[in-house]
């Protein structure tokens, strides 16, 4: 991704919230700036991802698994 922005001589931006649905272990999440007053959110259906997730990137960011089903965990 910050490779895309690089060949168009664009700069990334630390953007206030992403949620980045189907997050694995974090290997996008982890790389998007943020501010100090950012909310990440990643998602994954694999509970050991997002457990690993919430033991060694959180905080700053916020880890929770969902489901196949069409919804989100309310906060």
């Known amino acids: 991704m910050l490779g895309i922005?690089?060949?168009v001589e664009q700069r990334p931006i630390?953007?206030?919230r992403v949620l980045d649905l189907g997050c694995a272990s974090g290997r996008m999440l982890r790389f998007?700036?943020?501010?100090?007053?950012?909310?990440?959110?990643?998602?994954?259906?694999n509970a050991a991802h997002?457990?690993?997730?919430?033991?060694?990137?959180n905080p700053p960011m916020l880890f929770a698994t969902n489901t196949t089903a069409p919804h989100l965990p309310a906060s």
């Open 5 to 7: 922005l690089n060949e």
């Open 14 to 16: 630390a953007l206030e």
């Open 32 to 45: 998007v700036p943020r501010e100090e007053t950012s909310e990440h959110w990643g998602l994954d259906i």
């Open 50 to 57: 997002i457990e690993w997730c919430q033991q060694n990137l």
